[in-house]
């Protein structure tokens, strides 16, 4: 499969020296690319594309806020010329889809992240949500009736989750830290009205292993991708799962996320797109660096490891059970 990925040096200027999710971050993202893969330079998003999933009031004060230095909360921030940043962040994450949809799996390495924002407001690191607008745009497309979401991010996606709850054409599946920031996104939490059974959430326990994610993925998330039959997949990828991660605490390697990319593009024939969210932790290149040598087919040999866990196998009985509407 061919390869690509999105970035540049845009993505610098949203930056706050001490905090998780900055600049010093991204570089180290960056490292983990391999050679060989073709750069692509990011593209604004429009205010129209905004739109589509955010309110107009949440756009201006964004725009406002980073007119100089701003706190929405403890740990969301805005700089002098963030907003700028956020366009090209959700911009390169439609221009990902783009690409997927022309055969090219596309990996957009952006910041800031984007899963914890709502339609009205900012949270978590997130000031514009990249992937819900990427996916809302990508529907307006003939050729694109049905995207599935899978977020393997160590939180649970809130925002994306909200703004296509009671959305049939989209399929979200998040397995996440328990009990982790923003304490959403439990097993019962399906959807609503048309989309009701569109929603599977897989809330893990601390020190979960690959083992358990395995389990979600072949018992639970696949499956349902296959019923669903979407005519993209769109990866919240975020890596801080891994066990050196200093915001989690997974117990994920970096050639586990080889492993994530390996189950998606073997198991599902279909365009792949991935949005950089969350990861904060020294391993991070590294495991960049596994993702794309899932998305170009390396196989790797099976490793001995414990099993899952009973509490997991217990998520995976109960997803098993979520039917659509």
């Known amino acids: ?61 964004i725009q406002e806020f980073s007119r100089g230095y701003h706190f929405i909360d403890p740990d969301t921030y805005l700089t002098p010329g963030s907003f700028e940043v956020a366009l090209a962040a959700a911009g390169s994450a439609i221009l990902a889809i783009e690409r997927a949809l022309d055969g090219e799996a596309c990996f957009a390495l952006v910041r800031p992240p984007g899963h914890h924002a709502e339609r009205d407001c900012a949270r978590g690191f997130c000031l ?18 049905r995207v599935a979401v899978v977020d393997w991010d160590l939180h649970h996606g809130n925002g994306t989750q909200n703004i296509f709850y009671n959305d049939e054409r989209v399929l979200y599946c998040s397995v996440h830290e328990m009990n982790s920031f923003p304490r959403t996104g439990w097993s019962d939490e399906i959807g609503t009205g048309c989309g009701k059974g569109y929603t599977l959430n897989a809330p893990l326990r601390s020190g ?22 979407p005519d993209l997949i769109v990866v919240s990828a975020g890596q801080d799962p891994l066990a050196d991660d200093i915001l989690g605490h997974m117990r994920l390697e970096p050639v586990d996320f080889e492993v994530l990319t390996g189950f998606l593009r073997e198991s599902c024939d279909h365009p792949l797109a991935l949005v950089l969210e969350g990861g904060y932790g020294p391993s991070h290149g590294k495991a960049i660096s596994h993702i794309f040598r899932g998305l170009a087919g390396r196989r790797l040999q099976e490793r001995e490891m414990p ?19």
């Open 1 to 61: 499969m061919r390869c690509s990925a999105i970035s540049g040096d845009i993505f610098a200027k949203h930056d706050l020296k001490g905090y998780a999710e900055s600049g010093v971050r991204h570089r180290q993202v960056l490292s983990g690319v391999p050679a060989g893969v073709k750069w692509i330079d990011p593209v604004p998003a429009s205010v129209h594309d905004l739109e589509r999933i955010h309110t107009s009031r949440h756009i201006r004060l």
């Open 128 to 145: 514009f949500n990249n992937t819900a607008v990427a996916v809302a745009k990508a529907l307006d497309l003939d050729s694109v009736d």
């Open 208 to 229: 979960s292993t690959i083992a358990d994610y395995k389990l979600i993925f072949e018992e639970a998330f696949i499956p349902a991708i296959e019923r669903f039959r």
């Open 307 to 325: 099993g899952p866990r009973r509490t997991t196998e217990k998520v995976a009985e109960l997803l098993k059970k979520v039917r659509f509407a």
